[in-house]
């Protein structure tokens, strides 16, 4: 408090790491730890956006532990403060984030660590970030729409890594449901997705059985590429078979000729699932991000396969994938169909004027169990205009050759 503010200005800049560790290590009681926030407000507010910078660059999360953990010391308000550093990209952001975790700061309720490990209460959100590598795209060089459900799914196992309170993610959180999910713009081989999770809720009605209920966002840059609401359970949870999200429709015939059944041989590096604890030693199981994949295939099949896509780029349209909607993976059903050696995607299809929807199943053929279901909503696009257009006629003809539309 007696230092000149030029002097602070500098060391917040290029001594932060040292000084947060020390503020780590003073105890909470210490009196001058407690900082009037209004003035550090004030001071904040008047550094310049070049000491800002580098004050965020120096380490943020460093910055915002000591913030946080030197008055509260509360496992949860270091996370918090974590995350308001992880939110903050530009100046403005920097200083807003800043004077959140000074403000937290001057809290004195000391908090359980027991209640930040339980992964339940109000919630809980992080930030994490992943380059996309070329096995990450699909043939026109953009993020396959079922990986982002990568991204999303290893960003949620970094949150439960927090909320748990350990270093290595949460693995065994698993994607079983997305309630919606809606894709703006495509990342790019090389481009840094920034994905953040906000999770309301770690506990489930059905017992012990953990549930992440998660809203996700995708971004590259300020452009928003892809938002989800995720369901995702912590396999550790589990002793038994879990209930479906919802109750499991009936399966889609597979001698209506308005419904495409693609036969999926179930190869040992198909299933890429983690398998459920009930299931023997090195089981292979199906994972909701494949049955994902396999609606693919039965999508790109319907319009013709490879030279179905080769006519439309021709004609200068292409299919996007828009949305998906109220897709289930029932993990129980996988898990007793883990041995299948062949599983099926049925696929049935309505076109609505700009819109064609796909209802779309993976279904073990042997006993007539779905495994996994949803409505997947792809749009035309013009590559010129970049604008929609409706299906065009080559696409038509080529899905009535395959499906009754």
Partial sequence: GDLPGAQVTHILADQLPTLAMAALAI?????????????????LGSLPSRSLAS?????????????????CAGTAATLAAQNVARRSSRGQARRQGLRVCIALSAVQERVNENEVGTMSGTGVESMAEFQVFIEDTDCFIVVFYANYF???????????????????????????GVK???????????????????????????GDTKL??????????????ASAETVYIDLSSLSGPPEALAPPPAPLGASDPSVLVLPIAAHVDELTGAPPAWLPPG???????????????????????????????????????????????????AASSSTAPELESRTKVV??????????????????????????????????SQRLVSAPPELMAKMSQVVRI
């Fill in 27 to 43: 105890p909470v009681e210490a009196p001058h730890v407690v900082f009037g926030t209004a003035s550090v407000d004030k001071l």
């Fill in 55 to 71: 004050f965020a660059k120096a380490s943020p999360a460093h910055a915002t532990v000591a913030f946080a953990a030197a008055a």
């Fill in 150 to 176: 990568r991204y999303f799914q290893r960003a949620a196992a970094m949150l439960g890594g927090e909320v748990a309170g350990i270093q290595p993610p949460l693995r065994s959180l698993s994607l079983v």
């Fill in 180 to 206: 919606s999910a809606k894709y703006a713009a495509p990342a790019r081989l090389g481009d840094i997705v920034r994905v953040s999770t906000a999770s309301a809720s770690g506990e489930s009605d059905a």
């Fill in 212 to 225: 992440w209920h998660c809203t996700q966002q995708a971004c590259v840059g300020e452009q928003e590429c």
């Fill in 283 to 333: 089981s292979q199981c199906l994972g909701a991000i494949d049955a994902l994949r396999f609606f693919e295939r039965a999508r790109t099949t319907s319009i013709g396969g490879a030279a179905g896509l080769e006519v439309l780029r021709a004609s200068g349209v292409i299919v996007v994938v828009a949305r998906i909607e109220n897709f289930v993976f029932d993990i129980g059903a």
């Fill in 351 to 384: 076109v609505k004027g700009r819109r064609v929807v796909f209802e779309q199943q993976v279904v073990d053929p042997l006993h007539e169990r779905v495994l996994a279901w949803g409505s997947v909503t792809c749009v035309c696009v013009d590559v010129a």
